[in-house]
C-alpha cells in the first residue's frame, strides 16, 4: 500500500490534476468527508489528510511514502531523512518581511534597532535576520500574523504573500523578499528503496504533468 499525504484547501486543490495524471483519484472530498484516511481508485494507493505542517513529519517517519509540502514548510522543518525530487510550481507565494503603512524599515535597520517580529516561520526568520545581521526579537504565533504590528505586539511580520491583498486590508506593506515559495513532493528515502516499482511511476507521471 502507498500512502500519499497532503494536506486540505489549495495544496489538494491543486495536487487534483497531478494524481489524476498518475491515475489516481479520490473516492471523497476531504472538504466534505470527515475521514482522514482517503480510498483511491486504486487498491495499492491511499490518501492521508493531515495539517500541512505535518506533512514532512509523516513522510520523514515512513507512515507516509510520499507526501507534497509547502518549501515553507520544508524551511521549517529542516528536510531530515526527505528525498525531494520536484518543485510542482503549485501554490506559489513569497516569503516576506512586512511593517505598517509608513514604518520606516531600513531607517531602524540603519538605526540598528531591535525589532520585534511575529511569524509563524521561526527557522526561516531567524535566518534571514541573522543573514542580514540584524538583531530581533522573534515572537512565535500560529496565526492571523497581520494583526501583531496593528495592536502593537511587533514591528514587523514575517509571512506567505500572493496577491497582496492581506496586507493592504490591514495596512501593511512588503518590505522585503526572503524567498519564492511553491510546494515540494517530497518522498521517504527508505521507502523509494523498498517500493520503487510503485513509486517511481507516480513521481515521473506528477513530473511529466509539470512540464
Ligand atoms: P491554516 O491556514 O488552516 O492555519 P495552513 O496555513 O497550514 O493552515 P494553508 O493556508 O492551506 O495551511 O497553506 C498550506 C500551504 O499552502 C502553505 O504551507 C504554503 O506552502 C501554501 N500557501 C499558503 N498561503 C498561500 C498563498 N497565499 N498563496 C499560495 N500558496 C500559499
Ligand atoms: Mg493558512
Known amino acids: 500500500m502507498i500512502t500519499i499525504a497532503l494536506s486540505k484547501g489549495r495544496i489538494f486543490e491543486e495536487t487534483t490534476p497531478l494524481l489524476a495524471a498518475a491515475g489516481i483519484h479520490a473516492l471523497e472530498n476531504p472538504e466534505s468527508s470527515r475521514k482522514l484516511i482517503l480510498p483511491t481508485n486504486r487498491d495499492d494507493v491511499r490518501l492521508i489528510i493531515v495539517r500541512a505542517t505535518d506533512v514532512p513529519t509523516y513522510v520523514q517517519y515512513g507512515a507516509a511514502d510520499i507526501g507534497i509540502a509547502g518549501k515553507d514548510v520544508l524551511d521549517e522543518h529542516g528536510g531530515e531523512g526527505l528525498y525531494q525530487p520536484l518543485d510542482l510550481n503549485i501554490a506559489k507565494c513569497k516569503m516576506m518581511v512586512a511593517v505598517r503603512e509608513g514604518f520606516d524599515y531600513e531607517a531602524s535597520i540603519r538605526q540598528g534597532a531591535r525589532l520585534k517580529v511575529v511569524t509563524k ?42 496577491t497582496g491583498g492581506t496586507l493592504r486590508a490591514n495596512h501593511l506593506q512588503a518590505v522585503e523578499e526572503i524567498g519564492a515559495i511553491s510546494s515540494r513532493l517530497v518522498v521517504n528515502q527508505a521507502s523509494l528503496k523498498l517500493n520503487r516499482a510503485q513509486l517511481q511511476p507516480i513521481i515521473d507521471s506528477f513530473a511529466q504533468a509539470i512540464q
Open 121 to 162: 516561520y521561526v527557522k526561516t526568520a531567524r535566518e534571514h535576520f541573522a543573514a542580514k545581521g540584524m538583531h530581533v526579537d522573534l515572537i512565535k504565533l500560529y496565526g492571523s500574523m497581520e494583526l501583531g504590528p496593528l495592536v502593537g505586539l511587533a514591528d514587523a511580520i514575517v509571512d506567505l504573500v500572493s
